[in-house]
């Protein structure tokens, strides 16, 4: 959808579809000339989802669409940017060619400000807009292709264009992690990598190959991509601000582009799903398309570890040890938790190479964060308090929330070796996650901030937000982490 923002004072001038946010107890605020009819004012509750269209009874607009963000003390930009979705979803079910949204002064208010609610009506459209249709062989074109926005200011004009760009590079995650195996493959993630490149002219782009990976020692990557006959990438993107940097960060997103289990190979049922063993590494790429466009003041690497996990002949063998980057030897106990082997290469390359201050990983790591947090949450592992604070408040402004648990050393002691240094998993115990993240801790440099999520279940499964939500990729941890680099102190 293409967005373009107005000044709401004056006339509405002709449109189709006019969109019009309330809260609660409060009469619904309208563009200057238009007017609804008393029964459709008293139809509306402005209860939280509720919507109400109507035939306006003075003013141009064909048509006006009342959408209820709940109680005024309730609402919020998450409030907002699902109204908005609503919003887009009711245009295209209209047939209309372009949806205008009224963004009131009470309303801007009530979400923080314009900067804000001019972000999360661009969000909530584009992404409310989104659909997966690129492998149908008979295609409909969408017929709301765009969005005008009316809000006050310069600030809700800046709030319009950041929401915008967040919107599509969510969008774009979201197309990453939805193609299937077939068509998303290690290679793929290093011409998507390329292709970023090309557009931003703020972005370069180098890939590893599995020799150059061999000649750095990174046996505990390869150990996974040994049995595909798809060789592994390893992505790395770098992004440097136009004046003066005010730090080095390091994004690392898993991207198992399939993750059949290996000679440890999973059950049936549901295997599909694990096509979205790359959302880590999509999210990264989608911090990326948003970076083309945006200038943060801050020195940012995207590093993604891709590869297939399957059977073979040549395959990794249950028992087997291989050695990591850093010389640590670890014994592949369970060919499925392939994740934390390609993500300790490529933290150790990340630290020893890049040496930032902070590194976010992200990563669909384990079944049983799904268990403890469900599929609303990304669980959280942070070194620091200032990193699980940033986060946090990052996870409440986007709607990507996270929860922290812990890295703790009697998890760590879990994953000690018999006969390398480490095992990939633990025995008995179920807690499988903080093992997981306590696994990668040995691979991160001393003195490195870091934080690992674990996006297991956040990355696809989650109830249904009007804007996202259902089987298909959430594109998880783009606005979170972009929220967390333009707020970092
Ligand atoms: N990619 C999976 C984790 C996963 C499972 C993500 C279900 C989303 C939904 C990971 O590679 C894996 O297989 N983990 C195993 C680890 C186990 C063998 C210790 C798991 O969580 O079951
Ligand atoms: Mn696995
Ligand atoms: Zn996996």
Redesign the pocket.
């Known amino acids: 959808m293409k967005l373009s923002v107005k000044e709401r004072a004056g006339k509405l001038g002709r449109t189709d579809l006019c969109v019009v946010f309330a809260t609660k107890g409060r009469r619904p605020e309208l563009p200057e000339g238009v007017e609804v009819s008393a029964a459709a004012r008293k139809d509306f509750t402005a209860e939280f989802r509720a919507n109400r269209l109507c035939d306006p009874v003075a003013g141009d607009a064909k048509r006006v669409l009342l959408v209820g963000l709940g109680e005024a003390k309730s609402a919020d930009a998450e409030s907002l940017r699902r109204a908005a979705a609503i919003a887009a979803k009711e245009a295209e079910r209209l047939g209309v060619a372009s949806v205008t949204c009224f963004v009131g002064e009470a309303v801007e208010k009530t979400v923080g400000g314009a900067e804000a609610a001019g972000a999360a009506v661009a969000e909530g459209l584009v992404m409310g807009s989104y659909r997966y249709d690129e492998l149908k062989s008979k295609r409909k074109k969408p017929s709301c292709t765009a969005g005008v926005l009316l809000g006050a200011g310069a600030d809700f004009k800046r709030g319009v264009r950041l929401g915008r760009i967040l919107g599509e590079a969510n969008c774009y995650t979201r197309d990453l992690q939805n193609r299937p195996g077939n068509k998303m493959r290690p290679r793929d993630f290093a011409s998507e990598a390329r292709k970023l490149a090309r557009k931003g002219g703020k972005i370069t782009t180098k890939v590893l190959s599995e020799k150059q990976m061999a000649d750095l020692g990174m046996g505990s990557l390869l150990s996974v991509s040994a049995g595909s006959i798809e060789p592994a990438q390893l992505v790395h993107m770098t992004y440097k601000p136009k004046g003066k940097s005010k730090g080095r960060l390091a994004l690392v997103g898993k991207g ?1 582009t399939f ?1 059949s ?1 290996g000679i ?1 190979l ?1 059950p049936g049922a549901r295997m599909d ?2 096509k ?2 790359m959302s880590g590494g999509a999210a990264v790429m989608g911090v990326f398309h948003a970076l083309c466009s945006l200038d943060l003041p801050y020195e940012i690497h995207g590093v993604v570890p891709a590869s297939e ?1 399957m059977p073979a002949n040549n395959a990794t063998k249950p028992g087997d040890v291989v050695t990591a980057m850093n010389g640590r030897t670890i014994e592949v106990i ?1 060919t ?4 934390r082997l390609i993500l300790a290469d490529a933290l150790v390359y990340t630290s020893t190479k890049i040496k930032p201050d902070t590194i976010i990983d992200l990563a ?5 964060v ?1 268990v403890a947090l469900g599929h609303e949450l990304s669980g959280m592992f942070p070194t620091t308090r200032k990193l699980a604070k940033e986060l946090t408040a990052s996870g409440e402004r986007t709607g990507e929330l996270v929860w922290e648990l812990p890295l703790l050393d009697c998890h760590k002691d879990q994953m000690k070796g018999v006969y390398g240094d480490l095992r990939n ?2 025995s008995g115990q179920g807690n ?1 996650s903080t093992t ?1 993240a306590a696994f990668l801790s040995n691979f991160v440099g001393e003195g490195i901030e870091w934080c690992h999520l674990d996006i ?2 956040s ?1 696809w499964g989650g109830q249904d937000r009007d804007y996202r939500g259902g089987k298909t990729g959430s594109g998880v941890g783009v606005r979170l982490l972009i929220d967390y680099i333009s707020n970092k102190a």
Do not use: Y
């Not at 499925?336 to 994740?339: K, L, M, W």
């Not at 669909?364 to 049983?368: D, E």
């Open positions: 198992l993750d289990g440890s999973k799903e694990m979205f063993d996990n369970n499925d938790a392939e994740g669909t790591l384990t079944g049983a799904v998993i633990n499988g997981g297991a279940g990355a």
